[in-house]
């Protein structure tokens, strides 16, 4: 695809703009189809947010995905993925929403806060991992990401990934360690 080289080569905003009217309406469709597979319902608008998304992803971090397609043939993968990571992230975001506003305690049961308490408990610890661990648990565990998917997102080459999550659950697990001791 020479869009891509000429982006990259000349950062050449008529050749970004072809490539986002070429290509907007099949990652539109590519994301209602995503919904779809998935068993939620979204209209027009909510495909069109995840597309810009996508476009949002291949522009950050000085262009990392984009620089990583060597080939047409590279590019269409990586833009279905993150199509689908995107949808992804909308149904578990609107799930979450529709559940916190549906969830009534049953009268005469008192809810117990622990579960939300031991979560904010986790992620305090989660966030005082170095950024690069975080990212990876994150992404793992909370996302499900396969670490292909990890690679795409974060730029985190995936033969790092392994060892990264290991050590950022090691770390985890020390200072959990710490705090029960203490």
């Excluded at 170095?130 to 292909?148: G, N």
């Amino acid at each position: 695809m020479q869009e891509i080289a000429r982006i990259l080569r000349e950062d050449d905003p008529q050749a970004w703009e072809r490539l986002v009217t070429e290509l907007s309406p099949l990652l539109i469709a590519l994301a209602g189809r995503t919904f779809s597979k998935y068993g939620y319902s979204a209209d027009r608008a909510t495909c069109e947010d995840v597309a810009s998304q996508v476009w949002v992803n291949l522009l950050a971090h000085e262009r990392k995905l984009l620089k990583s397609c060597r080939s047409e043939s590279d590019f269409m993968p990586l833009l279905h993925t993150l199509v689908r990571n995107r949808s992804i992230d909308h149904i578990r975001k609107n799930r979450r929403y529709r559940d916190e506003q549906e969830a009534e305690p049953d009268e005469g049961h008192s809810s117990s806060p622990a579960p939300e308490l031991e979560r904010e408990w986790l992620q305090t610890h989660i966030q005082a991992l170095p950024t690069r661990e975080r990212c990876v648990i994150e992404l793992f565990f909370l996302q499900e990401l396969s670490y292909k998917e990890i690679e795409l997102c974060s730029g985190i080459p995936l033969n790092s990934i392994g060892p990264t999550l290991k050590r950022g659950l090691r770390n985890l697990r020390s200072r959990i360690e710490n705090e029960e001791s203490s």
